[in-house]
């Protein structure tokens, strides 16, 4: 299986699947080429461990842990009535938006970036990107722009609530590249929008509705 294939599998981005696997966390292997391949087996035994009992007795050691408890606990603390976003996100697209979490999560929880490296620009490159994906998803759904960034801000803030002071600067930066790749996506759906002659006003006004 290839890395995307991989990532895509288990939920994860690709920057923490190259971490599991230099670490020995899964077994790979490489092509001639140099390219990363998996054994599906053992990405089979990997997703059965991270959904037992064993991967439940080891959720105190997960960093992602303590942000998924803190978002359930604002979620139960907020007015639901009041939450324009958050009745979008119960209509439109909830389960993708937990997939989309949890690959931001991994990216915001890894190691530091290395201000030197090359893997820090490709951590960039790779939120922006994924913050491009979520955007273009929601607005192709009908949610405004609004209530996305609302959303991924609510997501955010449960995260800087949890981290420690010298991973929020990461925990920013990071998330600043989500932010600048979701409204890009909005800013592209609606030039094509309006570069469409006979295109319904009303397709216009829904990606920056409250925007």
Known sequence: MSLGAVSRALGINDATLRQWADRGRLPVYR?????????????EALVRE???????????????????RRIRRNLS????????????????GRDRMRLFGRRLLSLLLQNPMNSTSRRRGETLS?????????GSEMAARGVPLTDS??????????VVETVPPDRLQQVVEISDQVLLGLVDAYSTRLTLIQEKPGQPITATANVGENG
């Open 31 to 43: 092509t001639p080429g140099g390219h990363r391949r998996f054994l599906r087996e053992d990405v």
């Open 50 to 68: 991270r959904s037992n009992g064993s991967a439940a007795a080891q959720q105190d050691n997960d960093p992602e842990a303590p942000v998924l």
């Open 126 to 134: 790779e939120t922006h990107m994924l913050g491009h994906e979520y």
């Open 77 to 92: 603390q907020i007015d639901m009535s009041k939450q324009t976003w958050l009745r979008s996100f119960q209509a439109e």
């Open 149 to 158: 960034v609302q959303a991924f801000l609510f997501f955010r803030q449960a």
